[in-house]
C-alpha cells in the first residue's frame, strides 16, 4: 500500500513581490511568505516605511527586499516587472477605502478606490502573469479581496463594489491563465483590526454591529490571514485556482 505525503507548504526558493507590504495585511503576508522560505519583494509608496519592513525582516534571518512603487502608475509596474527576474507569487494586498452613504459618494472616491482596488489588481496581475508566461513557468496570484467582495455592507457601495469585481476578475483569469499553469484566488477577510478599518471601528455602535456578525465573536487579526496566505501559495492548494477563501468567522454562513 502506497502512502500519500502531503505536499510542501514551503516556499524555499520561491520569489514573491507584495504590494502594500509594509502594513497591515500586506505586512502579515510579507512575513509569511518570508517564514515559509520565499524571497519576498515588498512594494509600497513610502521609502520610510519600506527601510523599517526590510530592516526588521532581514534582523529576523528573512531573505527580503523592497522596492519603492506607486502601484496607480501601471507603466511604472510593467518597467518594474520587466527589469525583474519572475515572481512565482504575487499578493496583491493594496488596497483603499473610502465610505460613505450613497448621497455622499463623489466621482473622485469612485475613481482612487477603483483605481487601487481594481485597477491595481489588474495590472500588477498582467505584468507579473506575463513574465511568467513568457518564462515558461507557473505561479501562485493571490489577490486580498473582502468579504464585500460577497455580501454588502453599509456605507460600503463603492468598496463593494470594488471588491465585487475583484473575484469577477479572479474568476476570469483563473480561466484564462490555467492553461500556464498559474492559479489565481482571492482571500476574503472580515474586519481586521489595522489602520485602514481603525477609523470605522471605532465608533461603538458600528464595532457592535461587526461583532454581531463575526460568529465566531471577535474581530480578525493581521495573524489570521498568514497562514492563509502561504497555503494559496504553495503546492498544497496546487489544484486550487479561481475560488476565494473566506476568512470571515462565518459572516457570510447567512
Not at 58 to 79: C, K, M, P, Q, Y
Not at 146 to 168: C, D, F, I, L
Not at 216 to 231: A, S
Amino acid at each position: 500500500m502506497h502512502l500519500p505525503k502531503t505536499p510542501s507548504f514551503r516556499l524555499d526558493g520561491k520569489r514573491a513581490l507584495v504590494t502594500g507590504g509594509t502594513r497591515g495585511i500586506g505586512l502579515g503576508a510579507s512575513v509569511a511568505l518570508a517564514e515559509a522560505g520565499a524571497h519576498v519583494t515588498v512594494a509600497a509608496r513610502t521609502a520610510a516605511d519600506i527601510s523599517q519592513v526590510v530592516n526588521q525582516m532581514a534582523a529576523a534571518g528573512h531573505s527580503v527586499e523592497g522596492v519603492v512603487l506607486d502601484i496607480t502608475d501601471f507603466d511604472a509596474v510593467r518597467t518594474f516587472v520587466a527589469d525583474s527576474a519572475p515572481f512565482d507569487v504575487l499578493v496583491n494586498s493594496a488596497g483603499t477605502a473610502r465610505h460613505s452613504d450613497l448621497a455622499g459618494v463623489t466621482p473622485a472616491d469612485y475613481q482612487a478606490v477603483m483605481q487601487v482596488n481594481l485597477g491595481a489588481t489588474l495590472f500588477v496581475t498582467q505584468a507579473v502573469a506575463g513574465k511568467l508566461q513568457a518564462a515558461g513557468q507557473g505561479g501562485s496570484i493571490i489577490n486580498v479581496s473582502s468579504q464585500m467582495g460577497h455580501v454588502g455592507g453599509p456605507n460600503r457601495a463603492v468598496y463593494a463594489a470594488s471588491k465585487h469585481a475583484v473575484e469577477g476578475l479572479t474568476k476570469a483569469l483563473a480561466i484564462e491563465l490555467g492553461a500556464s499553469n498559474i492559479r489565481i484566488n482571492t482571500v476574503c477577510p472580515t474586519f481586521i483590526e489595522t489602520e485602514l478599518t481603525a477609523k470605522s471601528l471605532s465608533d461603538p455602535d458600528f464595532r457592535s454591529w461587526v461583532l454581531s456578525k463575526i460568529k465566531l465573536g471577535r474581530l480578525g487579526r493581521v495573524e489570521d490571514i498568514m497562514g492563509p496566505i502561504v497555503f494559496l501559495a504553495s503546492d498544497a492548494a496546487s489544484l486550487i485556482t479561481g475560488t476565494a477563501l473566506l476568512v470571515d468567522g462565518g459572516w457570510t454562513a447567512e
